[in-house]
């Protein structure tokens, strides 16, 4: 069975102490982790503090990004290896913001993931397309499919397994034009089948898969409804408590 997970990603938003607040305001609220995990992906700075604050919840606090050394000369890079000794075990990674404004390429994000699972860290996995596909229709989730074969490539079974893949439309981050709960569930479907492929119908079957993109309180059920989507990434409301628990409890 897939546990669902509705996951934030802050980016580069809130201070140390904005995000400690947040954690205490929302952390008695949240469901048990084996019916619907929450998470909560936060600015390297905070998220020790975070961790602290949330510890006895079922809240889980990811990274934004780590590298793919686990230590050495690498001057403003965050160690996988360090994240998962000071109890942070998820990390975002493949970003459409760190592929466009930092020039992140899948073989870069292929390194990463395989050094988070090498850490122990569960990976979630972006893979987005452009609004130049969009527009050729056919081909968008072809192409986002073919970003998944590139991220994943060399995982055996028991890594795909800890790894969580969030299909996120670039032209849905943050434009508040969000897929609608069926375009979101065809690209989730495609990239299941794609794993399928790779690896097999149990592994497929087991793996998360994830809708990123102008989620919001108003269309979370909607999505979290599909068979295909295990859960949702969300960026600007998760920024919000009232809003991420109003996602949290579609
Ligand atoms: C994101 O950053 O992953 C995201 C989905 O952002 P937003 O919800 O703001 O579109």
Redesign the pocket.
């Known amino acids: 069975m897939r546990i669902p997970i509705i996951a934030g990603?802050w980016?580069m938003h809130k201070t140390v102490a904005e995000a400690v607040a947040f954690v205490n305001q929302v952390k008695d609220q949240l469901p048990p982790a084996d019916q619907l995990q929450t998470a909560l992906a936060a600015p390297t700075l905070s998220l020790v503090p975070m961790v602290q604050a949330a510890a006895g919840s079922p809240l889980k606090v990811m990274a934004e990004n780590c590298y793919y050394q686990d230590e050495g000369a690498y001057t403003g890079e965050t160690s996988p290896y360090a994240l998962y000794q000071a109890g942070i075990h998820h990390v975002i990674l493949g970003?459409s913001?760190r592929r466009n404004y930092f020039h992140e390429d899948d073989e870069l994000i292929n390194k990463k993931v395989k050094a988070a699972l090498r850490n122990g860290l569960c990976p979630i996995v972006?893979c987005d397309d452009t609004m130049a596909r969009r527009i050729a229709a056919d081909d968008k989730i072809h192409w986002a499919v073919n970003r998944i074969l590139a991220d994943l490539k060399g995982l055996n079974e028991a890594d795909i397994c800890n790894v969580t893949v969030?299909y996120?439309p670039s032209w849905?981050?943050?434009?508040g034009q969000s897929a609608d709960s069926d375009q979101a569930e065809e690209g989730c479907y495609l990239i299941r089948q794609t794993i399928n492929d790779m690896y097999g119908e149990d592994v497929a079957n087991n793996v998360r898969i994830l809708y990123?993109?102008?989620?919001t309180p108003a269309n979370a059920r909607a999505m979290m409804a599909k068979s295909d989507i295990d859960g949702v990434?969300?960026?600007?409301?998760?920024l919000d408590p009232r809003t991420f628990l109003e996602i949290v409890n579609h």
């Open positions: 990603n980016k970003h913001e972006c969030a996120e849905a981050i943050g434009s990123g993109g102008s989620v990434l969300v960026g600007t409301d998760s």
